[in-house]
Structures are given as structure tokens and as C-alpha cells.
């Protein structure tokens, strides 16, 4: 598909998100929001099943033709994603393997990391008894053990959202890119633990910090990234082969860079957002959090594609061959760009980053189909990404108003942002729409007008607009994973994966681990507690960093 009907696509598709939202026509809140409405008869309740086994629009996702490191032989927890499909399709490795070493990881260390809100432990393991049974033929993530963020319905599994409005409420369906992962034979080890109402880093209702850095778990206060800190330190704690999380402020991208893992947030609409607790109409964006480009890339082409449910999925260019683009190409030896590819390099990309983000530019330019090609920012892109970004809080306030009016102590240490929505006035919104629109003309017309791909140096200008952005390691600093996002044309993941595939093929960022807590004790089975060793984040923090 030519970029010129991606972007006339794209810009209809943003049209009509918009006009969805004014005309009411937006996705509906889920039921447990309104005690009044049983789940049953609600419109955002009703039975939703996923028969086929692609969801990427007619391309069935296909396994990679990739060599198994040793690693992955000798531990199935180390095992990316694709090594692990790999494995058990040569049949050197079982799927109820796969499943109770990741539940005895989980059992040993998940009282430290706190990835987990619930564990799905009986119904996991009976699922990879079933995998092994088929023998593979369950598609292509048959036995594929996965971490859901929670607040994805989940069909008989509670999905609080990490919230007391939700706190009772479990689902009689899955959302729709559940459904897609289970009918292509995913399993749901259990649901991730997240920020209140997806707004911050993981806490207890009340900021208490519960999810910690996979990478310094005996320091909760070190950072984890956005609201998908759970997904995203299971995947990075080795207790989950991949995930899936939500991004509406960087809460994919960000968790990634900083737990060194790959994360993708695609176009708007790539992937139906039906059944997910919304955060923002305009913004929300399901996607996968993995290890490397390619389980990115597997997940994705299974999550995305058109459903009946969510208008925004509807009517947009096809999906390309993702796993293809997330295939390195190696010509004599050296690997290469799969197409020459323009990069565009913002003036302050190197920040305070400096020594790191020189190598990892070095590093880029040294293959073979890069260009990097500097760009600059107009004189307007700070109001235009800065005070209007906050007309995303009346969209998150409209349909919890029930809850505002009745029990506000219900939204815990999120409820700041909550009430900001409600003191911007129709007008304050109407006009942050126009410069929504300003800012995609600048971006398209302008910054991107002379490159195919560009770096970043924060997620929110692409939050904004529903642009695909990837995040992936280059390094470290402090001993903490630091990397880059990539933001890119509407439709373009394949470009994104294509750069990250390559990267990635000729550094090993990627694969490296962090060191398990020193601290195992507490089993699944016993009472979790945040504990008094634990920061607790005040509302004005939450409100300062919500997403």
C-alpha cells in the first residue's frame, strides 16, 4: 500500500475517532462502572468471541525459520517467544514445561516483583496439557504461556483494573485481542499488575508502589516505566514469554526502555481496544511488550485487525507481513536494512544521554540501508505537545462522571487527574482538537517530510496523533536498561520492525537478563503485601505523572 492512501486512510480514521467521541458513539464504559446497568445488558458487555486464526485481516502469522540459542535450550524461561514456539514445533520442548517453569519462577519471586494481580495457575497449566495434546496444530502461539495487563477483560477472571470501581467486577467475555491471542493458542498465565485506572506507575489503590524494576527489584523506588510495569516486568523477570499492555501516555514504550525489553504500540486502530477499561478514546492503543523485535512482531500479527465491536479498526489499510519485516537480512555476511530507510534525528535526541545514544547512532549508521538525516522541530512544538496534551483528561473523566458524583474516594490516589478533566471547559477541548490537528500536519508535513522513520525523544507527540512508535534497548546506564523509540508513517509498523530487527541482528542488547531477587520467600497461595519497605506515591505525584 502506497504512504499517499496510508495517509489518506489515517487521516480519516483520526476524523472519525474524533467525531465518535462528540457524537457519543465511542466505545461504551464497561458495566462495572455503572452499578445501575447489569453486565449482560450492557452494550460493552456483550458476548464477543473470536473464531479465526488470524487476526491480522486474511495474512495467517506464521512461525520464523530462526536458530535457538543455547540458552534457550538449557532453560525454557529464557527462551524468547519465537524460540520457544520453535522448540516445541520440533517437539524438543513441551508446552506444560514451558508453563510450570514460569509458575515456579512466578511462586519464587513474583512476593518481590509483584508483576502479577492474579495468577491463573489450574487453568494455565490445563490449557498446556491441551497444547501438547494438539500437537501443535493450535496455531501459531499454541502453548505460548502470556501476561494480559488488567484491565483487558478477561471471560471468568477478575479484571480490576487496579481500582476499586473494578474490584468485584469479572467479565463474561474476553476483549477482543485476548480472544485473538487463546484462539491462536496463547495462554493466560495470569493478569498483570498496573497503574490505578492505567494513570501511573504500578501502586495499590492507594500509591502504595507494588510492581517494582525487574532489573533493581530490591529498590522499588528505581522507575519501572508507565502503567504496563506489570506485563512488563514479567516478561523482563522471566515469569511470562511476552505480553500485552495499553499505551495512552508512553506506558508501552516506556516500561520497555526502561526493562530492556521491545515494545510496540501500533497504529490507532491496529488493534481493537473492545473490551479494555478505557483511559482515553482518541488515545488508547493496545499492544504487545516482548523481548525482541520478532515475538513483537508474532504478537502483533495476531492481536491486530478489523472488529465489528471497535470503529476504529474498521476500514484501514492491510496489515503487511510483519514477521518478514522482523526477519533480518543478511547479504554476505553483513546484515542490511530489508529497504533503504531514511531516519530522522531530532536536534536534542542525545540529551543527557550523550555517550549512549552517540554509540547506538554509530552503531545504526554502520548498516547498510541507514541514513540518518537530521530534523527539526517547529518553533510551535512544545505548546502543541505540552499544554494541550491535557484534553485527554476530560475523555477519561466523561464516562466515569457516575463515580465522581457518587463516590469520588473510589478513583484512591488517581482521583486529581480525574478532577481535572472535569475544569476543562468544551471550548478548552474543541480547541485542543484544532491543534491536535495543527500538530499532524507539522509531524507529516513538517518533521517527517524528509525521513521515513524518527527517533524520539518522548512518546507523547505520538500518543496525540495515533502514530506506531517501537521502543528497544541500546544499553545502559547505571546499570539500568536505557533505549530509543522510534516513531513512524501511519500503517508502517514493518518499517519500525525492520530497523529494530536489524539493530538487534548485530547487537545483543537485547538478550541479556536481569540477576533474580535475592529475596524468594512467599508462594503464590500466600497473602501478598506491599509492605512497609515500600514508597507510596502522594495524589499530586500521580496526577503530575499520569499518563
Given amino acids: 500500500m502506497s504512504r499517499a492512501v496510508n495517509r489518506r486512510a489515517f487521516l480519516a480514521s483520526s476524523a472519525a475517532v474524533t467525531g465518535a467521541v462528540i457524537g457519543g458513539s465511542a466505545l461504551a464504559t464497561p458495566a462495572a462502572a455503572h452499578p445501575s446497568t447489569s453486565t449482560a445488558a450492557h452494550p460493552a458487555a456483550s458476548t464477543s468471541t473470536f473464531t479465526g486464526s488470524s487476526g491480522s485481516g486474511g495474512r495467517k502469522p506464521y512461525l520464523p525459520d530462526i536458530e535457538v540459542r543455547d540458552a534457550a535450550r538449557r532453560d525454557p524461561t529464557e527462551a524468547t517467544l519465537a524460540e520457544a514456539a520453535v522448540l516445541m514445533s520440533r517437539r524438543k520442548l513441551t508446552s506444560t514445561r514451558l508453563v510450570e517453569a514460569y509458575l515456579d519462577r512466578i511462586e519464587t519471586y513474583d512476593s518481590t516483583y509483584q508483576a502479577y494481580a492474579e495468577v491463573t495457575a489450574d487453568s494455565a497449566l490445563a490449557a498446556a496439557r491441551k497444547a501438547d495434546r494438539a500437537g501443535g496444530r493450535g496455531g501459531v502461539l499454541s502453548g505460548i504461556p502470556l501476561c494480559v495487563k488488567d484491565n483487558y477483560y478477561t471471560r471468568g477472571v477478575p479484571t480490576r483494573c487496579n481500582s476499586y470501581i473494578f474490584e468485584d467486577f469479572v467479565p463474561d467475555h474476553d476483549a477482543t485481542a485476548v480472544a485473538r491471542l487463546t484462539s491462536a493458542g496463547g495462554i493466560v498465565l495470569g493478569k498483570g499488575q498496573m497503574g490505578p485506572l492505567a494513570t501511573t506507575r504500578a501502586t495499590t489503590p492507594n500509591g502504595t508502589v507494588t510492581t517494582v524494576n525487574a532489573w533493581t527489584p530490591e529498590n522499588p523506588a528505581t522507575d ?7 506485563p512488563a516486568c514479567a516478561v523482563a523477570g522471566r515469569l511470562a514469554s511476552s505480553s500485552i499492555g495499553t499505551q495512552t501516555g508512553g506506558s508501552i514504550v516506556q516500561p520497555s526502555n526502561r526493562q530492556n525489553l521491545t515494545g510496540l504500540k501500533p497504529t490507532m486502530g491496529r488493534v481493537s481496544a473492545y473490551g479494555v477499561i478505557p483511559l482515553s478514546y482518541t488515545r488508547d492503543h493496545p499492544g504487545p511488550l516482548a523481548r525482541d523485535a520478532m515475538d513483537a512482531a508474532l504478537m502483533l500479527a495476531v492481536m491486530a485487525g478489523p472488529d465489528p465491536h471497535d470503529p476504529r479498526t474498521l476500514g484501514l489499510p492491510g496489515l503487511p507481513d510483519l514477521v518478514r519485516a522482523a526477519t533480518p537480512v543478511v547479504s554476505r555476511g553483513k546484515v542490511k536494512l530489508r529497504r533503504a530507510t531514511r531516519i530522522g534525528v531530532p536536534a536534542d535526541f542525545l540529551g543527557s544521554a550523550t555517550e549512549l545514544r552517540t554509540a547506538f547512532l554509530g552503531t545504526l549508521d554502520a548498516i547498510p540501508g541507514v541514513t540518518l538525516v537530521e530534523v527539526t522541530y517547529p518553533a510551535d512544538w512544545s505548546l502543541l505537545t505540552g499544554a494541550f496534551n491535557d484534553a485527554r483528561l476530560s475523555e477519561r473523566t466523561e464516562p466515569f462522571r457516575h463515580w465522581l458524583r457518587e463516590d469520588p474516594a473510589k478513583f484512591g490516589v488517581s482521583l486529581l487527574s480525574w478532577l481535572q478533566g472535569l475544569m476543562l471547559s468544551g471550548d478548552e477541548w474543541i480547541t485542543a482538537q484544532r491543534a491536535k490537528n495543527h500538530l499532524l500536519r ?6 517527517m517530510a524528509r525521513c521515513d522513520v524518527l527517533l524520539q525523544t518522548g512518546p507523547v507527540p505520538f500518543d496525540i496523533l ?43 542488547w537485547h538478550t541479556r537478563r536481569p540477576a533474580d531477587p535475592a529475596s524468594t520467600a512467599a508462594g503464590r497461595s500466600a497473602k501478598r503485601s506491599a509492605g512497609a519497605d515500600r514508597p507510596r506515591i502522594t495524589a499530586e505525584e500521580a496526577a503530575a505523572q499520569s499518563a
Fill in 466 to 508: 495515533g502514530l506506531p512508535e517501537i521502543a528497544f534497548p541500546v544499553g545502559f546506564t547505571a546499570g539500568i536498561p536505557a533505549g530509543v523509540i522510534l516513531g513512524g508513517q501511519p500503517y508502517e509498523e514493518d518499517r519500525l520492525l525492520e530497523v529494530a530487527a536489524a539493530y538487534q541482528a548485530v547487537t545483543d
Fill in 442 to 447: 507539522e509531524v507529516l508535513d513538517g518533521v
Fill in 224 to 230: 519501572p516505566g508507565g502503567s504496563s510495569t506489570g
